[in-house]
């Protein structure tokens, strides 16, 4: 939790890629929790892959300080302030490559595709309130570091390669999740997808900019919501049934019915479907597409969430209706063991009906820094 504060609160690059790199440090005995041999792999799968995309991080922040010693500010200190001032005489090799290896870098931490492969097997084998937190928080954490970068290429004033990337990166992390949840059959792993799923739509509002930008920004808060929420939900399902196998959970409504409706309730909610708050995020991304000339990447999009969605009512649906539980849940639910999920899809329902004063004008102040 320090490490993601930090991350956050800093305005250095340098200290800012230390504190991702604690968080990896840090979380990964979280992973390995159950010390089963499963946990290990994923714990070691964890540590190898973010590694890696760290490392190709470290030398994107290389880059920018090498095109900023270059620049006729005569140099930064890989302060925020200081690069965005540098940034209109960057060299401008140095400077895309920089932001290349730090979406990379930073997008494998965040779960973009291609080097997502970490996700489904960690969120599968660690305790649900880390997937939590994983979900929840530690994704937007990456997200925030690649918007680091992003920002120094928009004070050069050259971001159409920064923003096309982000769209690519983005689209691709849609169409592979949308097409594993349309074969997953593991619940906890389908939730990991999901977040590919909306990691990939953040970007993509992210690259296309303008009213996207506050679009993306209000989803990364709405995911977080929902998915942890869902994750809290997933630990109940396994604690009663014993398995994390879909088809082997049945009438979880009738057997767990506070478990029941918050896990319909929250999968309308990730889905984007009205009234909740993930809906109003994806719909301005989708117009923004339209109004800003892109209608084929806003058909597609439109098609990749529908896709995900489908998967996703594959899976649950059937969890939640079915017949006769089989096998007998083990245990019966708990009351506080639905609270942390209720609050949290009571905020995705109130970001879908209203958006605090002080939440929404501190959206658009970043989304005005982002170009939105």
């Given at each position: 939790l320090s490490a993601m504060t930090l991350v956050a609160v800093t305005q250095h690059l340098a200290l800012m890629w230390a504190a991702v790199e604690g968080t990896t440090l840090a979380s990964a005995p979280l992973v390995y929790f159950y010390r089963r041999r499963g946990a290990l792999e994923a714990t070691w799968k964890y540590l190898l892959v973010c590694s890696v995309g760290i490392a190709l991080a470290l030398l994107g922040t290389f880059f920018l300080g090498i095109a900023a010693a270059g620049s006729s500010a005569g140099g930064s200190d890989l302060t925020l302030a200081?690069?965005?001032?540098?940034?209109?005489?960057?060299a401008r090799p140095w400077l895309k490559a920089a932001f290349v290896l730090a979406l990379v870098?930073?997008?494998t931490k965040m779960g973009l595709a291609p080097l997502h492969t970490w996700l489904p097997d960690t969120h599968s084998e660690?305790?649900?309130?880390?997937s939590a937190l994983l979900s929840g928080a530690l994704l937007n954490c990456a997200f925030l570091a690649i918007l680091r970068f992003y920002q120094v290429c928009l004070a050069s004033g050259d971001s159409e390669f920064a923003r096309t990337l982000l769209v690519a990166l983005g689209m691709g992390s849609l169409l592979l999740a949308s097409a594993f949840m349309l074969s997953q059959r593991d619940y906890k792993r389908l939730f990991a997808?999901?977040?590919i799923e909306n990691m990939g739509i953040i970007a993509v509002g992210m690259g296309l900019g303008g009213a996207a930008s506050y679009g993306a920004l209000l989803h990364a808060v709405n995911h977080s919501f929902c998915k942890a929420g869902l994750f809290f939900l997933a630990g109940n399902v396994l604690r009663s049934f014993g398995t994390t196998v879909a088809k082997e959970v049945r009438g979880i409504l009738g057997r767990l019915p506070g478990t029941g409706v918050l896990l319909l309730a929250l999968f309308l909610a990730i889905g984007g479907t009205p009234p909740f708050?993930?809906?109003?995020?994806?719909?301005?991304?989708?117009?923004?597409?339209?109004?800003?000339?892109?209608?084929?990447l806003g058909i597609v999009f439109l098609s990749l969430l529908a896709l995900a969605f489908l998967g996703m009512a594959s899976v649950l649906l059937p969890m939640l209706s079915g017949g006769p539980a089989t096998p007998e849940p083990r245990s019966?639910?708990?009351g506080l063991s639905i609270l942390p999920p209720l609050a949290l899809a009571s905020g995705a329902l109130v970001l879908g009906l209203y958006i605090p004063s002080f939440l929404a004008d501190a959206l658009q102040r970043a989304a005005g820094v982002l170009g939105g």
């Open positions: 200081g690069l965005r001032r540098a940034a209109p005489s960057m870098g930073y997008g660690a305790p649900s309130p880390v997808y999901s977040s708050g993930p809906f109003w995020s994806e719909l301005l991304i989708f117009q923004s597409a339209l109004g800003g000339g892109h209608a084929w019966a639910e708990r």
